[in-house]
């Protein structure tokens, strides 16, 4: 079994990591690097992995996973570029960081996989988009997207398509849960508690989603097979469009693809 090295166990660093283990992944081939004592304890109980100097965790690894914040990743990489296996792949989940950045940082030739996770991963529905380097092969891209879809669903993209994904599922859930907000809040408007609205958003969220994924169905039409002539889900829609809630969609995810490239330069 492949030996795994994460640089950085945050939220979702750890939350791969937790996912991978769950998956059949020994403990004994996964190596962390924490420099916080008190939370590398904890990783080692809680995991019963090895936790360690950075350098030490990449020496003959064969996958390294990058989750540090982007703007450690230069000093990151400086640290570790002579200790990284030639033959291993490197995987970021650093946001916004392109591949070439870890080639120029890494040994010639070095395999990079650039990876775009979302919160959802966090209860293992997650979704990841992944890119492929100048150096991957696609069987290196398909041995990514399988360890990160202990955690949800993958999909492969160009790297010129990274900023949609941002847009589309790494933001994704914020206009999820703004919707959500804003169906709780109208439904107390008009009469109902807090908490019973919150059970009848969420659950009819869930129950959508689901119906949306299993039926194939595109959701214009799921959609209209709830919307009667003249009745109550066509006087909400009709509102909405009135209202701009469309375009103020759209033009929301456009917004956050645009910023997504300007932040990755």
Known sequence: MSTIAFLGAGVMG???LAAILRAGQSPADVRVAEKNAERADDLRQTHGVTVTEALDAVTGADVVVVAVKPQDVPA?????AGAVSPSATVVSIA?????ATF??????GTAVVRAMPNTPALVGEGMFGV???SSCTDAQVQAVADLLGTAGRVVVV??????AVTAVSGSGPAYVFYLVEQMIAGGVEAGLDP???RTLATQTLLGAATLLD??????????RRVTSPGGTTAAAISTFDETGVADGLRAGVVAAARRSAELSG
């Not at 299993?214 to 959609?223: I, K, V």
């Open 14 to 16: 750890e939350t791969i």
């Open 76 to 80: 990151v990489l400086a640290d570790v």
């Open 95 to 99: 946001a916004g960081v392109r591949t």
């Open 103 to 108: 080639e120029a940082a890494l040994p010639a």
């Open 131 to 133: 890119s492929a380097g």
């Open 158 to 163: 160009d790297e010129s398509l990274q900023d």
């Open 195 to 197: 908490a019973t609205a």
């Open 214 to 223: 299993r039926s194939g169905d595109e959701p214009a039409e799921l959609r």
